[in-house]
């Protein structure tokens, strides 16, 4: 039997690399086998499209690239230029943004690059001019000492992270909550929804440099008109967040006053998640901060991956395309008709439902703590991840709730009445598994007790019924 170009080049991938340590090999195709065989519905996964994949195994990956498009610390660098140029021009043209930064890592290093050049650009001091004039050698000690302290110094305020918040918004152990001055917004504790009001109020109260929107774990869309508003109002750069909806704003899903780049100083993004493309970051601005924004490597970044840049400019070419918009209306169809199915069946739901692609479970309902159902689903073949709930009374480690997303789920083609299906599987694990206790009778936050029984069948329909809907369809590895 003849095989397809992908299954040709993903056998060949394999055995070169088994020649070397056939234990990766092992490990990569137990990888795709395990993707295959389990409901995966971790909110911040996806599944990349075998071009995005392929394109990161290649000779980019050999290369330094330090600095930007025609403007490298490096010789050799002409190749490099050509996809990181293509990655932002696709940036640009799908979002409508003016400029698009597409050399960080990850989230966490695009959200360092956007909170250094709103710094850099706002922070007043003599010795930040000197830095940024490339005056570094003639600083003082007494410059970099007032230098660490107003860019120390300075005040953000993001959403909390039990309210759905990300850990670089502000989170004490995260280094955003140690660069700066930080006060969180939370949500009305009667709806789990935003309250514009009172982050109105905390804003006027706490006078933010940095107003940050955006979320992990809101099930619902933000209003970024009111927020930029908001953060007029008190002089404040409005940053958005939207690693987790970017493929929602990309496929014209939120448009209007819920698309975050027409009414923010500066966004931020994942390139994986939503979006569908390799792992790694991005940041989108306008030109007033896009010198700055330039700046990343060497400012934050170590050298770019041209490899993954390359693997950005594909999948963000893909996610130009048609079909991506129709991709991004079903995973908020299927996020409803999901969450529809377990209000139906009585789970607990943060904000009574979603409007976006993910649903976040108040497991105490079923007098579990996340940790607990995160676990017994893991058993019964349903990946998810546990997560802090609106004054969560478990800690961010335990946790009372469970997030799901259908991204992943979505580019493997189940729909609505799949999520029926799904929503009945998962009520039907968290409501036959109970507490555990420890070895000296006391309750566990972790362990837990679910019939074996029960999790194999559970395991066997969520594998039937992902049967019909192939992963890589057009790869075979054997």
């Known amino acids: 039997m003849s095989l397809n ?11 070169v690399i088994r020649a ?3 234990r990766v090999a092992d490990a990569i195709g137990a990888e795709l086998a395990d993707q295959r065989e389990s409901l995966k519905l971790i909110a911040s996964e996806n599944y990349a499209s075998p071009a995005t994949l392929l394109t990161m195994g290649n000779w980019f990956s050999d290369k330094y690239a330090e600095g930007t498009v025609g403007r490298r610390f490096y010789a050799g660098c002409q190749n490099v230029d050509t996809v990181e140029a293509l990655a932002a021009e ?12 597409v050399q960080p890592h990850s989230g966490i290093d695009a959200n360092l690059v956007a909170f250094w050049a709103i710094l850099a650009d706002r922070v007043e001091s003599p010795a930040l001019k000197k830095a940024q004039v490339r005056q570094v050698n003639d600083l003082t000690e007494a410059d970099w000492f007032a230098l660490r302290r107003e860019l120390g110094n300075q005040r953000m305020l993001g959403m909390s992270l039990d309210a759905g918040g990300h850990l670089t918004h502000g989170f004490r152990p995260n280094i955003s909550g140690k660069m700066f001055d930080q006060r969180s917004y939370g949500t009305d504790p ?42 007029d109002s008190v002089g404040a750069t409005f940053m958005v967040d939207m690693a987790h909806f970017a493929g929602l704003v990309a496929g014209k899903v939120f448009t209007g006053d819920f698309d975050p780049v027409p009414h923010a100083h500066i966004v931020t993004t994942t390139t994986h998640k939503s979006l569908r493309g390799p792992r790694g970051g991005m940041v989108l601005c306008g030109p007033e901060l896009a010198d700055q924004v330039d700046r990343g490597c060497p400012m ?25 918009a129709d991709y ?29 692609h ?59 009445a799949e999520m029926d ?37 559970i395991s066997k329909q969520a594998t039937d019924l992902l049967a019909t809907f192939p992963l890589y369809p057009t790869i075979t590895l054997t």
Not at 395 to 406: D, F, H, K, L
């Open 358 to 416: 993910l649903v976040l479970l108040d497991v105490s309902s079923y007098g579990l703590t996340g940790r607990q159902a995160e676990q017994a689903l893991l058993d019964s073949g349903i990946v998810t991840n546990r997560n802090a709930v609106p004054q969560d009374r478990n800690g961010a480690w335990y946790t009372s709730g469970i997030r799901i997303g259908t991204p992943a789920l979505t580019t493997r083609g189940l729909g609505t």
């Open 190 to 231: 009667a709806t789990g929804l935003i309250d514009y009001d009172r982050v109105a109020e905390a804003a006027r109260e706490f006078t933010p440099l940095i107003l940050v929107a955006g979320y992990s774990a809101y099930p619902r869309k933000v209003n970024f008109r009111i927020m930029r508003e908001i953060a």
């Open 328 to 356: 991004a209306q079903r995973i908020v169809d299927n996020a409803q008709a999901l969450a529809e199915g377990l209000l139906r069946r009585g789970t607990t739901l943060v904000t009574g439902g979603t409007d976006n």
């Open 421 to 457: 299906v799904t929503a009945e599987l998962i009520h039907t694990v968290l409501s036959q598994t109970t507490p555990g206790a420890n070895a000296d009778g006391t309750p566990s936050k972790a362990k837990y007790v679910l019939d074996p029984a029960t999790a194999d069948k």
């Open 5 to 15: 170009a992908e299954s040709t080049a993903f056998r060949s991938a394999l055995e």
């Open 300 to 324: 934050v970044l170590g050298g770019p991956l041209p490899h993954v840049m390359a693997a950005k400019a594909v999948a963000l070419a893909e996610a130009r395309r048609p079909d991506f």
């Open 20 to 22: 070397v340590e056939p």
């Open 90 to 101: 696709h940036a640009k043209e799908l979002f409508g943004a003016s400029h698009a930064y």
